[in-house]
């Protein structure tokens, strides 16, 4: 089973910072990998495919990066809105389907 | 694209539970769908896999020989019958859909989940 591993487990910003976001995998997973933002009380949302495209509706502030065991999801100037739980998803090497633990992205 | 879980509730140590999933808004006979949980306060956790024509199902470690996914694309509905269930089982249980041409899964929708509480 592939362990995705996320840092920070807690990330204290500002609007208008810029995030950055780890998901590091336990083997190579290729361009594999899957983001989501969960707010409270509500289902995750698909935000990056293949380690780097944007699924639809996506604002261009969410850029998603890497390849092999270490990704990244940046959001250039945090809005409001963004303010979230942020999961990465792996699709290689399946079943299972696995997720990391997740970044709490809060403000500061 | 619409997803809509029901069937959630308390049942007790042992006990079963049917949850059900309408979908709308697409062609459901065409998809692969999944369930998804959340315990509280927890990540998200895999837990089976059906292929749109029911040739290919997959269940996590976790629930493999407990639980029974299932579909009827006649009534675009998605189920998930849970026996034996236990306390490790609370959770909300999402259902959600592979995008088509996606034969390892992503998620692009989601339904807004339905909870299951396991307790005596």
């Known amino acids: 089973e592939i362990v995705l591993t996320q840092s920070p487990a807690t990330l204290s910003l500002s609007p208008g910072d810029r995030a950055t976001l780890s998901c590091r995998a336990s083997q190579s997973i290729s361009n594999y990998l899957a983001w989501y933002q969960q707010k409270p009380g509500q289902a995750p949302r698909l935000l990056i495919y293949?380690?780097?495209n944007r699924a639809t509706g996506i604002p261009a502030r969410f850029r998603g990066s890497g390849s092999g065991t270490d990704f990244t999801l940046t959001i250039s100037s945090l809005e409001p809105e963004d303010f979230a739980v942020y999961y990465c998803q792996q699709r290689t090497n399946w079943p299972p389907v696995t997720f990391g633990g997740g970044t709490k992205v809060e403000i500061k | 694209v619409q997803l809509v879980e029901s069937g959630g509730g308390l049942v007790k140590p042992g006990g079963s539970l049917r949850l059900s999933c309408t979908a709308s808004g697409f062609t459901f006979y065409s998809y692969n769908m999944n369930w998804i949980r959340q315990a509280p306060g927890r990540g998200l956790e895999w837990v089976s896999f059906?292929?749109?024509?029911?040739?290919?199902?997959y269940y996590a470690d976790s629930v493999k020989g407990r639980f029974t996914i299932s579909r009827d694309n006649a009534k675009n509905s998605l189920y998930l019958q849970m026996d034996s269930l236990r306390a490790e089982d609370t959770a909300v249980y999402f259902c959600?859909?592979?995008?088509?041409?996606?034969?390892?899964?992503?998620?692009?929708?989601w339904g807004q989940g339905t909870p299951v509480t396991v307790s005596s």
């Open positions: 293949d380690a780097s």
């Open positions: 959600a859909r592979v995008p088509t041409g996606y034969g390892t899964p992503i998620f692009d929708y």
């Open positions: 059906i292929s749109n024509n029911d040739d290919y199902i």
